[in-house]
Each structure stands twice: as structure tokens, then as C-alpha cells.
């Protein structure tokens, strides 16, 4: 039962946002459009790409949609709603998300093409300097609610969201999970205008579909995880938690299509410059400074 | 409309049932379009593809629907017959304004190019999607184009090159099949670079091998054609086939051929191991230290690592094919980027047998030796280098120009660009009539500045004086269409980016713009007061453009908005004392970077619009009454992208000869430098950041 939930409420987050995704686009508001478009990735020819690497080509999509599943599994959308309440779900989700890097190389590997291939390592620099932005801000989170427990997170914010508590952690998770779901202006691995697609070039019919639903998903288990860590999870008055958790976790990936929409993809070398000298810095600092208010604050 | 027109030429195999028609009404009211020669030629013609409820797909892959604006040149649309091979079926042809291309199959829907054509004909096309998109026994698509080769070789001998398979005679191991084109005729293509008139295009080796429309180089397959495979002929595949998954698909039986190919490949790698014998001692470092007993070498006193001279050999052997790649072949064939993983491959293999023996040994795996004649990156690291072809429909660069990259992982260490449309202008006799027509309509970008400059041409052989009243009319058209044009290029420059809303604002503006008259521009004042405002304040804008692309100050070799951006005080209108009595004042950055080219458009968007608010409304230059039908004329008008200059003859009416200097053919010049040693990002940045329009080169 809470396994359907959560993955129901993935879907309608997945279906919502591309809905959004394309208003913002086209300028129209279809709800049935990411209906059609998937319908329509099923009636096309699946194109296997020359001489492919073919467990690699299969693979990638389906273990990116099992990630971003796998990841959302630990993310409690309510007190009870939560399919496994790990000891370790906070880690457990870092660990989860290191499987993006897997499944990006294995696409970029797999089709056996020149745009594909610079885009999968493109995205090996990527993950491994902003998984660093998910792991510390989490660190943090975790240090004040004495617990890796994704719950037990969430309750540790009843007094104060961690948004509040800890800003500059939240604002550091934010940019990482854009990153690490590549959204733009972090799409550095598909490029349209640099790679024509990059790893999503080789792809077409049931597997792009997969692979669209995929990176959907991702952003709605991204979006899911900031609201646990920083805006309270389920807390709220009047609506019951599973709506809060649904109405913040969309609020998330919503702004995260807007900062891709109003700005331009990031330069390589800043991307990776900014992460490791002034991101990580900024996160010890945050582990810093949430060290001292518990230390302090009692 | 008749039974067979409504089924798509590009129809999926599939007998109708209910699924399938569900597919073909999703597809039909999900168009996605691959534009071709590219989106800012449609947007140039006034095309609004989103209110025709169509999308813009990024590569042939994503897109149902190929939509071709205007006539394509020959090369050009070569290219396109590869870019539809890879577009996954059910697909449809649109073609506005031109004759269906030779290559492809006749066009599922023809219009006009306007607007209210190209809705009519979407609504066409979406009938036909719904009811056509299956066929029982869809046509293959077939072109001389797709057509590919196979030729043997000896896994040990790269100079044997036989039609047909057998053994080497040299050491009698069993040829291996490949596609012809490979490392061995290296040498001739690079005698032959830059001839276009090959009679023999194949590159799309691709397709032909697994006909699954291949890899990944879409957008440019179009181009390799200039490989020159005049031998080695063996078979010919025809492609347009692809390997599916589902096997009620199959439309072909070549894939499993392919697949045999592919097998005889791997077997083949494993015999040198297995026929060779007696061990070498090698040193690491020092491959020309070759012993018979273990020890150390002389040179460096490493142990040295047992090694098999078959082995040996087959290194040796993948090294210098990869040096030929990189230092011969520069043909522009994705299947570079195969050949490079199939070495990739051999030295995994290497590697193991490798690792076999280090087992029993040192445990020293010979990284050096193995990439020891790879080429060098500027940091030192020996990296397989891929030549890699972006365009002639590439989502970040103008339509029609090819630019090869050989890249060295993200970096790119050379480049160079060519136009697949450039403009040839030695043409037969034409009446001057005619001649402004096919000059402004060879000049998809800037129509206008090319009507103008013909008109002037004429009019100054004919020896008419300007007439002040006509001069200010064009002026504003003139000026309206530069600002329709650097709007256009901020259009681009969002698609390049990924930076959406610039693309939809900025292209909202350039259609607002294009038939404007001054009054209407007036009031567009404060949008692009805004639009501008806001770019130049666009967090990581900047940081993106500044410092790429630098072009030297007062370089010679620029014009228009690049010169202006270097600090080069280079403006046609200057001279013109019309322009004077405007009040036109240039301004010029003085940067040279992407990020001055991208200030100085803007400055020059509002200067342009102050003269039409002063010039009144715009008028398309027309032919004035000439009297004296012959005599030689020379005019220069400031295009958005440079200044150009039009000499011509004419004789009773007709133009005789013509000679025409644009900016863009000396801009495109330009690309080498500026992409060498950058960084992939970068480099494509900096090439947009020109503006080239490859329309405006001449050949």
C-alpha cells in the first residue's frame, strides 16, 4: 500500500512537473501533453545505435528510473507513509544517488558516439564535486536531529525548519540536487546546444520514454529530499502531512525549473571551479556553524 | 485526396489496430520538428513553429517530423537524407517554400513559406500522422547517399586491403571485414580534403553497419561525404534500416549481416595472442630496449616485462592506427568515435593478456606502452583524439555550417569551419530583376541588406544619383532588419545555452520586429529596453561569455559587430551622409570576447531603432527606373553582420558579372583560432558568438 502511494505520487509529480516544464517552454498549458508525448515515445521505433555497447544502452535508463525510485523509498511524505525508514536513510540516499554517476557513464559508454561519450564524463566531474553539496548539508541536518533517520530529521524541525536554521546548507543542497538531477544550467551531460542531446542522443522510443520519465522522477525524489532535510517534511497546519509533503516537494521542483529556465547553462570550468573552492568551503562552514548552535543553543 | 496519400512515406511497419491509431493521434498532436537548415531560418522567414503547435526537437532522434524550410543546396541536402535515415519511424517530410530534396522521398506535405501555409499544412500533416503513421509494407528509404562499402583486412598488416575475404598473403591469418573508408586510405583522403566532387559519399558508415542509423554524430552526417572511398568496393548495403528491438519491425535482413561482421571482429582479436610465441623482455619506458632474458634496462634500470612479439605488435598496430585517425583522417566521420572505442577494445584486450603475464611477473601493467604514440594534450595526458562533426543542423550553431572538432576529451585542440551553403556567384546571365530576387533569396538571414545592396549596385552602374526620400525609406527597412537580427541571434544563443525564456522572448521580438512599421517599433522600445536590461544582468551570463573568443584588437580581417566589439571603429553607415542627417553615432565595446559581441548587438538593436524612429517607416528596397541599362556599379551596404560589397557589370538589362565581399567569408576564417585549445563549451560559444551566416560565404 505505502509502496503504490509513493509511487503514485511519484508519477503525478512527474506528469505535474512536465506539464509545468512545457508551459514554461511552449507557453501552453496542455495537461494531457506529457501523455500524448509518452504515448508517442511508445509508437516510435526504438533505434539500438551501432554497434553498441548493448548491456550498457539497455541498462542506463531503467537504472536511472530505479534510482530515483530507490531514492524516494527512504523519504518519509508523511509520519507513516514511508516505505523503508532506514537507521541509515540519510546516507543511504547519498549512497543511492552515486548510482546517477553509474547510469550516466553507462549511457554516455553505450551508444558508441562521440556526443554521448563527452557527455557521460562530463557528468563523472559533476556528480563526484556536487554529491560532495548533498552529503554535508545532509551531514549537518543529521547532526541536529542526533540521527540519520530520514523521520526522525523531519521531527527534529518542528520548532524551526532547517531552512531557517541552516540557510546556507539548504541554498548549497538546492544547487547540488539541480546538479545532480542535470537540470539546466547544469545539463552539462545533454547539451542540446553543445552535444546535440549528449547521453539522451541515442535514444528514442520506449527507452527515451524511460529515460524522460527517469530524470522526471529525479527531480521529484531530489525535490521530496530537500523538503525533508530543510523545509520540515510533513509539518504544517490545517492540511494533513502528506499534502504538505506533496505541496512543498512540487514547490521544489518547480523553482528548480524556473532557475533553469531563466539562466544559461554554466560553463564547465566554472562548475567545477565554483563546487570545489567556494561550495565545499561553504558547507564545512555551514557543519561549522550548525556545530556551534547546538553546542550553544541548547 | 487520393488512398495512397494517406499513408506517410516514412510510415512504421504495422498492420492498424486501435494502440495504433492512438499512436498516430499522440503523434499528431505532438509534432516535433527537426528544422532544416535550421531554426533561426524558419524564425528569419517569420515562421512561428510554436503557434503552429509544432516543437523544435534538438536531434533527428526526437523528432517525427522533418521540416525543410526554403531550396537546400546540393550539400546540404545530402546531409539532410542522413539526418532523416536517423529519424526513428513513423516520420513525416514538411517542405516549405522549395522543391522536395533529391535524396529524400517526395515531401508528405509541400507549402508556401508564410505563416498561414505552414498551419494549413501542419493541420495536414497532423491528419496524416493520425491515419498514415502505419503501413503494412512501409517503403524503405534508399539513397546512393546511405551507401557504404565493406573491404577486407589483415588484423596484422594494415597495408592489406583486399575486396574480398580470404587471408593475408603475407601471414596468412583470415582478413577481417570492415567498412571501407578506414585508417589504410588515410593518406589519400587527406590529398583529397577539401574536393568536394567525390563521386562516392559514404560516410555514413554508420548506417550502413548496423543500419541502425548509428551514432551519435546526427547532426552532421550529412557531411563526411567528403571521404573518397573509390575502392575497396565490395558491398553495398543500402540503409535506412534499423536494428529493432521488436522483430515485427525488421524491415531488413542486413543487421544480422552486420552483426556478423562485428562477430569476425572480436574473434580476430584474440588470435595474435594465441599464434605467437617465445617471450621478449621488454622495458616499459624504453620500447626500443628489447631482450631475450629477463633484467633490467640499460637505459632507465627497470626490470624488464615479459612480452609476446604478437602481442607487440598488435599494440604497435592499434597506436598507429590510432595516429593515423588523428593525424591523417580528418574526414569528419563519426565513425571515428567508433573506430576509437573499437580500439578502445583491442587494448582492453591488450590490457588482459597484460595482465596475465604480469600476474605471473612484475604485476606492472604497461599503461605507457600502450599510449605511448598517442597524441598529447596541452596537459600532458595521452588521450584518444575524435574528429567530430557539429552541423550543418546543429542545435547550437547556424544551420548550414559544418564545423569538424577534433576533440581531445571536452577540449578541442583543432577546428575548422565550412559552409555547406555558401554562395557561389559566378552565375550565367540574369536579368537585374531577377538577379535581386535570387540574390535577397540566397541570403535567408538578411534579405533585406542583399536587396538593397543589389538595388544600389544597379542603380549606381546605371549611374542614378540617390534619391534622399527613396534612401531613407530603405534605410529604415535596413535598420529593422538588424534589429530582427541580432534578435535572432540572441534567439540562438538561448538555444546554444539552454536558456529558454531568451529564446522565446527573443524570438517573440524578432517576429514582432520583422514587418513592423515605425510606429509599431517605437512601441516594442520599452520590451527590448527590458529584454536588454535583463541579459545584462542575467547571473552566470556573464561568466559564461566573458573572456571567450577574444579576437585580437583592430584585427583587418573584421567587420560589422565583431569589429565594433574588438574596438574597431568599422562602420559602412559612417560614410553615409544620409546617415549623418539621421544623427547615426557608432559606439563600440572594446572587449573583442563573446561577452562584447553580446553588448555591442545591443547597443546597436537601440541605435537601429533610434534611426527608424528619425528614418520613418521602413520600405523594402525596390528597383528604381533606370534609363541606361549597362555600365558597372559598385555599392557597399552595412549587412547586420559586416559590411559587404557588391560589384557588378551589366549589359542591356542583364548582370553579367558579379562580385560580391561579405563579412561573414572572412569572419568564418576566423573559427581555427578561435577554437584551439578551448574548451568544447567554450569553443561552440565563441563560434556563435561571430554570427556567422554561412549563406554569406562565398565560394
Known amino acids: 500500500m505505502t509502496v503504490a502511494l509513493v509511487l503514485l505520487t511519484l508519477l503525478v509529480g512527474a506528469w505535474l512537473l512536465a506539464v509545468i516544464e512545457a508551459w514554461l517552454t511552449t507557453g501552453r498549458l496542455r495537461p494531457v501533453a506529457p501523455l500524448l508525448a509518452g504515448l508517442s515515445h511508445l509508437g516510435r521505433e526504438s533505434i539500438l545505435a551501432r554497434k553498441p555497447d548493448r548491456l550498457f544502452f539497455e541498462t542506463a535508463p531503467v537504472l536511472l528510473l530505479v534510482v530515483a525510485v530507490l531514492g524516494a523509498a527512504v523519504l518519509p511524505l508523511a509520519p507513516d507513509l514511508v516505505i523503508a525508514d532506514l537507521a541509515t536513510g540519510a546516507l543511504f540516499l547519498n549512497a543511492v544517488l552515486a548510482y546517477v554517476l553509474v547510469s550516466l557513464i553507462m549511457a554516455g559508454w553505450g551508444p558508441n558516439g562521440a556526443y554521448a561519450m563527452v557527455g557521460g564524463w562530463r557528468f563523472l566531474g559533476q556528480l563526484i564535486a556536487y554529491s560532495m553539496l548533498i552529503v554535508m548539508p545532509i551531514t549537518a541536518t543529521a547532526m541536529r536531529a542526533e540521527s540519520l533517520l530520514n523521520s526522525a530529521i523531519v521531527e527534529s524541525q518542528a520548532g524551526l525548519w532547517n531552512i531557517v536554521y541552516q540557510p546556507l546548507g539548504f541554498v548549497l543542497f538546492f544547487i547540488a540536487a539541480i546538479a545532480l538531477a542535470f537540470r539546466s544550467p547544469f545539463d552539462l551531460p545533454t547539451a542540446p546546444g553543445e552535444l546535440a542531446g549528449g547521453v539522451d542522443a541515442e535514444y528514442t522510443g520506449v527507452r527515451l520514454a524511460v529515460l524522460r520519465l527517469a530524470r522526471l522522477v529525479m527531480v521529484i525524489t531530489l525535490s521530496a529530499a530537500t523538503t525533508v532535510f530543510f523545509l520540515g517534511g510533513w509539518q504544517g497546519p490545517l492540511l494533513p502531512p502528506w499534502a504538505w509533503s506533496l505541496i512543498k516537494t512540487l514547490a521544489v521542483a518547480v523553482s528548480m525549473l524556473l532557475v533553469g529556465f531563466y539562466l544559461p547553462r554554466i560553463r564547465e570550468a566554472d562548475l567545477l571551479g565554483w563546487c570545489w573552492k567556494l561550495g565545499i568551503p561553504l558547507a564545512l562552514l555551514n557543519i561549522l556553524i550548525v556545530g556551534l548552535l547546538i553546542l550553544v543553543v541548547p | ?699
Open chain 2, 1 to 699: 485526396m487520393s488512398e495512397a496519400a494517406t499513408t506517410l512515406a516514412g510510415a512504421r511497419k504495422g498492420r492498424p489496430s486501435i494502440l495504433r491509431r492512438w499512436v498516430g493521434q499522440a503523434l499528431a498532436r505532438n509534432l516535433s520538428c527537426l528544422v532544416v537548415p535550421g531554426p533561426e531560418v524558419a524564425l528569419a522567414h517569420g515562421l512561428d513553429l510554436a503557434a503552429a503547435d509544432m516543437r523544435i526537437a534538438a536531434t533527428p532522434r526526437d523528432a517525427t517530423v522533418l521540416l525543410i524550410v526554403g531550396e537546400l543546396s546540393q550539400k546540404l541536402d545530402e546531409a539532410t537524407a542522413v539526418l532523416y535515415a536517423q529519424m526513428p519511424r513513423p516520420r513525416a517530410i514538411l517542405v516549405l517554400g522549395g522543391s522536395a530534396p533529391s535524396s529524400l522521398p517526395q515531401a508528405d506535405v509541400s507549402a508556401d513559406l508564410s505563416q498561414t501555409e505552414l498551419m494549413e499544412a501542419a493541420t495536414r500533416l497532423q491528419r496524416l500522422l493520425a491515419e498514415g503513421a502505419f503501413a503494412a509494407s512501409p517503403d524503405d528509404f534508399d539513397s546512393s547517399i546511405l551507401q557504404t562499402k565493406t573491404e577486407y583486412v589483415c588484423p596484422m598488416h594494415p597495408e592489406v586491403v583486399e575486396d574480398e575475404p580470404g587471408s593475408c598473403p603475407k601471414c596468412g591469418m583470415d582478413l577481417v571485414a570492415r567498412e571501407a573508408g578506414g585508417d589504410s586510405d588515410a593518406g589519400e583522403h587527406d590529398e583529397n580534403r577539401g574536393h568536394e566532387h567525390h563521386e562516392h559519399h559514404h560516410d555514413h558508415k554508420h548506417e550502413s553497419e548496423g543500419h541502425d542509423h548509428h551514432h551519435a554524430h546526427h547532426n552532421d552526417h550529412g557531411q563526411s561525404h567528403e571521404r573518397h572511398h573509390g575502392h575497396h568496393q565490395n558491398h553495398k548495403h543500402a540503409h535506412d534500416h534499423e536494428q529493432h528491438q521488436g522483430d515485427d519491425d525488421h524491415e531488413h535482413a542486413h543487421c544480422h549481416e552486420h552483426e556478423d561482421h562485428q562477430g569476425q571482429d572480436h574473434g580476430h582479436q584474440q588470435e595474435p595472442a594465441q599464434e605467437q610465441s617465445g617471450t621478449e623482455y621488454i622495458c616499459p619506458m624504453h620500447p626500443e630496449v628489447v631482450r631475450s632474458e629477463p633484467g633490467r634496462c640499460p637505459k632507465c634500470g627497470m626490470d624488464l616485462e615479459p612480452h609476446k612479439p604478437g602481442e607487440d605488435e598488435s599494440v604497435k598496430e592499434d597506436v598507429s592506427e590510432h595516429d593515423h585517425e588523428h593525424h591523417h583522417d580528418h574526414s569528419g566521420h563519426d565513425h571515428d568515435g567508433h573506430d576509437h572505442s573499437d580500439h578502445d577494445h583491442d587494448h582492453d584486450h591488450d590490457h588482459d593478456h597484460d595482465h596475465d603475464h604480469d600476474h605471473d611477473s612484475s604485476g606492472f601493467m604497461s599503461m605507457v606502452e600502450v599510449t605511448k604514440d598517442l597524441p598529447r594534450s596541452a596537459d600532458g595526458l595521452a588521450m584518444d583524439w575524435l574528429e567530430v562533426p557539429f552541423g550543418p543542423c546543429f542545435p547550437g550553431l547556424p544551420g548550414g555550417l559544418k564545423l569538424t572538432l577534433t576533440l581531445d576529451g571536452d577540449g578541442v585542440t583543432e577546428g575548422q569551419a565550412t559552409s555547406l551553403v555558401a554562395m557561389n556567384t559566378s552565375s550565367e546571365e540574369v536579368a537585374v530583376e531577377t538577379f535581386i530576387e535570387r540574390l535577397a533569396a540566397a541570403m535567408p538571414l538578411a534579405p533585406v541588406s542583399y536587396r538593397l545592396l543589389a538595388c544600389r549596385a544597379i542603380e549606381q552602374a546605371a549611374g542614378l544619383e540617390p534619391d534622399p526620400a527613396v534612401e531613407r525609406g530603405r534605410a529604415a527597412a535596413l535598420e529593422r532588419e538588424r534589429i530582427a537580427s541580432h534578435l535572432g541571434w540572441l534567439a540562438q544563443l538561448g538555444r546554444q545555452l539552454s536558456f529558454v525564456w531568451l529564446t522565446r522572448r527573443a524570438a517573440a521580438l524578432q517576429l514582432e520586429t520583422q514587418r513592423a512599421d515605425r510606429e509599431q517599433l517605437v512601441a516594442l522600445r520599452p520590451a527590448l529596453q527590458s529584454l536588454i536590461a535583463r541579459l545584462e544582468h542575467t547571473p552566470l551570463l556573464k561568466a559564461r561569455l566573458k573572456g571567450i573568443g577574444a579576437l585580437p584588437h583592430g584585427s583587418q580581417d573584421l567587420r560589422g559587430t565583431v569589429a565594433r566589439a574588438s574596438g574597431r571603429t568599422e562602420d559602412a553607415r559612417q560614410a553615409d551622409a544620409m546617415y549623418r542627417e539621421l544623427g547615426f553615432e557608432m559606439r563600440a565595446e572594446s572587449a573583442g570576447d563573446a561577452w562584447a559581441r553580446l553588448r555591442q548587438r545591443h547597443v546597436e538593436i537601440m541605435t537601429s531603432l533610434d534611426l527608424v524612429e528619425v528614418a520613418g517607416d521602413p520600405e523594402l528596397p525596390k528597383l528604381r527606373a533606370i534609363d541606361n541599362p549597362s555600365g558597372t556599379g559598385e555599392a557597399t551596404v552595412e549587412t547586420p553582420r559586416g559590411r559587404a560589397t557588391l560589384r557588378l557589370t551589366q549589359e542591356r538589362g542583364q548582370v553579367v558579372s558579379v562580385e560580391l565581399d561579405s563579412a561573414c567569408s572572412q569572419h568564418i576564417g576566423l573559427v581555427a583560432d578561435l577554437v584551439e585549445g578551448q574548451e568544447l563549451g567554450d569553443a561552440l560559444v565563441a563560434v556563435g558568438s561571430l554570427d556567422l551566416s554561412p549563406w554569406e560565404v562565398t565560394s
